[in-house]
């Protein structure tokens, strides 16, 4: 007579559990308890390990139940009824497998039979009563680990990429230096123009590149973590320093936009509210071709007069505007903003040679205005002694120092508001440096995104401009149409830095020779008024035609 083949059971919930004696306890239990029974059974194979009652078969248990309809085993030993399951949807599914296989199922050394109602009945208690303290063990779970998070612990998966987590540091939360370097290069390599793909080839080591982008999505000072109660998904969202600086990250996100393909997705027109007509001033604005990928900036037909541009192919003309911005920050022997320094440079004697003659003027007319109030008391006096005829001479004079005492008031309060628009702040090319390294560190106008080139004209022209605005009158870039075909431009516009804008400059460029006109390397530059409130400059094209 062949030996009856017994299998065991066994599972823990979680991994603390089974790092300690509860396997090893269940298997002892099981394998002595197999061996006491009156029918000969030898122990075969062990199903289980880490699983959770309360979340219904996993995968041992699943490979158990199939192994059931193969007959591989004639039964099945758990050292109680909360190792079999806590689910009673799963229970009872799984027994009904059972029985039908003709598989025994044991409780250590008490058998219970699956065919008799009094066994299934004790079986249904148990399992309802395991399953009521799974589901509570659950909730109290999620709620210990949503207050763990609340308290900015980290207590639902895995914790973020290159930072470390002490509890007894302040603050708690640190950065890998290696993993900020790591971040740091593939921002660099990826605003250059490089995909996930060929960035991830030219690690060290084996990164995948899906592995290389979530990295860079997960550097941000945001730690999120997620908690599904009742259905519902909380989210809670935990400060960490960044592996990167926030302008990073969106341009990071720009770009990410920008390669996604849509076919739904509008073209953004960079310089759209910006292209004015050279002959009338109208603001241009963007307009796609029907049937093609060709988008022009056109003149609206209400406000077209003759010699009005009708419209010019947007491409070409972006392509243009934007090379010749890239000519503005660097020169051929890379020397940062060399063209806007020397402009900048004149700018500033003009604007010093202006503030003396206005405050020599101003000097003038403050002694001028004492000398008339000093003789404005000597009539007073004087009337006090006169006649009644004297008297209305006098009267006569002092009103014509009256008059001359208000045009000199005037005249210094003009001043006194003009001064301060002549003050240059003291760290003007430390700004310059910071405003447009935020775009030159990305490479030439061919590696920025729409957004990027959109974000940098709108800085370059001094904000967006709207026709009805007077004082936008004299910015933007003003295209004219060329006799015989082809266009010309002239872009004007103020530099706007985040805390104001930085001073006055004019700035004229030969086309056909991006180094300067003279070939000096330098573009001349000549101050105009509100040193500090404008970085003014002029950029025209005077040889190359812009072919339709």
């Known amino acids: 007579m062949r030996k009856l083949r017994m299998v065991g059971l066994r599972r823990v919930s979680t991994k ?49 139940l199939a192994d059931a309809k193969r007959r591989k085993f004639d039964g099945v030993m758990c050292m109680d009824h909360t190792r079999f399951s806590r689910s009673t949807k799963d229970s009872i599914a799984a027994l009904a497998i059972l029985e039908e296989a003709g598989v025994r199922l044991f409780m250590l050394e008490t058998e219970m039979r699956l065919d008799e109602p009094d066994d299934m009945l004790q079986m249904d208690l148990h399992m309802a009563i395991g399953q009521h303290f ?17 308290q900015g612990l980290p207590s639902a998966g895995r914790p973020p990429y290159g930072r470390v987590f002490n509890k007894l540091a302040s603050p708690p939360w640190s950065i890998d230096p290696e993993a900020k370097r790591f971040i740091e290069k593939v921002i660099k390599l990826y605003l250059k123009g ?31 973590q997620k908690f599904t109660i009742k259905g519902k998904v909380t989210e809670i969202v935990t400060k960490i320093p960044a592996l990167a600086s926030e302008e990073d990250l969106k341009a990071v996100a720009a770009r990410s936009r920008h390669n ?6 509008k073209r953004v027109s960079p310089l759209a509210h910006l292209v004015r007509c050279g002959h009338c001033s109208s603001v241009l604005s963007a307009h796609a071709l029907s049937g093609t990928t060709w988008e022009y900036y056109r003149h609206h037909m209400k406000t077209r007069k003759p010699g009005c541009v009708v419209a010019i192919r947007a491409d070409k003309l972006e392509e243009e505007v ?9 020169d051929p022997k890379k020397d940062k903003y060399k063209a806007l320094r020397k402009s900048i440079g004149e700018a500033l004697n003009e604007a010093h040679n202006n503030r003396a003659e206005l405050e020599s003027e101003r000097a003038d007319r403050v002694a001028k205005l004492a000398g008339i109030e000093r003789e404005q008391d000597n009539v007073v006096q004087s009337v006090a002694k006169s006649g009644p005829a004297m008297a209305a001479k006098l009267n006569e004079k002092f009103e ?49 995104t729409p957004e990027q080139q959109e974000e940098l004209a709108t800085i370059m022209i001094g904000g967006r401009i709207h026709w009805r605005r007077p004082e936008d009158k004299g910015r933007g870039i003003f295209v004219k ?21 930085v001073g006055d400059v004019s700035v004229e460029d030969d086309h056909n020779n991006r180094s300067g006109p003279d070939g000096s390397g330098e573009i001349p530059g000549h101050a105009l008024a509100n040193i500090a409130r404008e970085l003014t400059y002029t950029v025209q094209h005077k040889a190359k035609r812009l072919s339709a």
């Open 400 to 448: 014509k120092l009256e008059a001359t005492k208000g045009l000199l008031q005037t005249r210094i309060s003009e001043i006194d508001a003009t001064l301060p628009t002549l003050e240059v702040p003291s760290d003007l090319a430390e700004r310059v440096d910071a405003l447009l390294g935020r775009f030159t560190k990305y490479g030439g106008p061919m590696h920025w």
């Open 481 to 501: 149409q060329l006799e015989g075909g082809g266009w010309t431009y002239e872009l004007k516009g103020s530099l706007i830095l985040a805390s104001g804008t």
């Open 194 to 224: 490089k995909t996930w793909g060929e960035i991830a080839a030219q690690l060290p080591g084996k990164v995948d590149e899906n592995t290389v982008r979530r990295r860079v999505q997960a550097a941000g000072p945001d730690y999120t």
């Open 260 to 265: 996604q393909l849509s076919t739904a997705r």
């Open 16 to 64: 603390d559990q089974e790092d300690g004696a509860s396997l090893e306890v269940q298997t002892n239990a099981c394998e002595a308890a197999t061996a006491r029974l009156p029918e000969k059974w030898e122990f075969g194979e062990w199903y289980g390990g880490v699983e959770s009652g309360a979340d219904g078969l996993k995968p041992e248990f699943n490979r158990m």
């Open 134 to 150: 799974a589901r509570k063990q659950k909730r109290k779970s999620i709620d210990s680990r949503v207050l763990r998070a609340q």
């Open 322 to 330: 934007f090379a010749q911005m890239w000519t503005l920050f660097r």
